[in-house]
């Protein structure tokens, strides 16, 4: 791993949100060097990159570290050991793992502590005061955890207590009022920020039910998370499963995805998505997939379709004719409806 090129005091957790935005500034203006640790996780809403990064934020005048978290990480999401929240969203578990890897770069630069944007109140799971202690008694971390948003609302740390910055200086915000963060923000001329909790697709409802149906059907690896993403998904009698994609880029995204790795089918004359099989290139597997992407494409409902497929790790397209769909096969088979 790369290793930054000035002194770290501490190591702040970055979400992109407002909140971790707002901390590292009340840091920064106390002449504090920060490490900006984004941690890059399957449930992300972009595609997920399985490599480090470190560069230079000028906006957060800060280093910024991209790390990737994967098949560990996802163990724990699948069995958390406090719970799930409203929707799929382990909240406590999974800052319990984030913090524990945090305490390892913290280590690996020799800073003081962690700083993250956690708001007492702000989310009942997880950011009341017995959940915020059980994470830092989970992680070792108890006073070396300084949350300055609500710092003057929360035991004094260890940073503070060896003056690395001042208390006074650090704010009291409590509960799920975000007026005080957004006339912050204003003030020192931040405007683009991720809305709360709009980076983990873990509290989306359509992504999570997805994400339940590939669980009772022990379709889940990495790879299909981010397939997740994407597309309208329907499981089909036998149990493979077509994705067809519902705009440009997601037919591109689909097509990258899926290319050597399942099938990829298409029609053949006119203009209509990417879809891929998981699954079998079973008759009655290509036959129903055919049916369901021409139905969204320019094909005409009752005349004969032509459709075009790649099977993985093969060059040439095979094609297959095929009536295109109607609205009964699509309700019957879609995982999610579309609203």
Known sequence: MSFTKYKIDLVALYSGGLDSLLAMRLLR?????????KFE????????????????????ESAVWEVPLGQEFLDVILKPKYGYGKNFN??????IYMYKRAVK???????YGLVTGEVLGQRPMSQNQSALALIENETYTRGLVLRPLSA???????????????????LGLSGRNRTPQMELAKQWGISEYQT?????????????????EAIRHKQLSIFDTQLLKLGRHFRLPSGAKLIVGRFEEENNLLALLG?????????????????LLEGEAKTVNMSISGRIITRYSKSKEGKEAKVRYQLPNRDGWNELNVMPGDDEIIEELIIVPDK
């Open 29 to 37: 203006d106390q002449g504090r060097n920060l490490l900006a640790l």
């Open 41 to 60: 996780h399957p449930f992300n809403k972009n595609l997920w990159r399985n490599s480090f990064k470190e560069y230079w934020d000028a906006d957060l």
């Open 90 to 95: 382990p909240c406590i578990d999974c800052k």
């Open 105 to 111: 770069i913290i280590q690996e630069v020799g800073a």
């Open 152 to 170: 003057q609302l929360l035991p004094e740390t260890r940073i503070e207590q060896e003056h690395l910055v001042n208390r006074d200086r650090l």
């Open 196 to 212: 709360p909790a709009g980076g983990c697709l873990l509290t989306d409802i359509g992504y999570t039910k997805r994400l339940q």
């Open 259 to 275: 290319k050597g790795r399942l099938i990829m089918m298409e029609d053949a004359v006119n203009k209509g998505p990417v879809g």
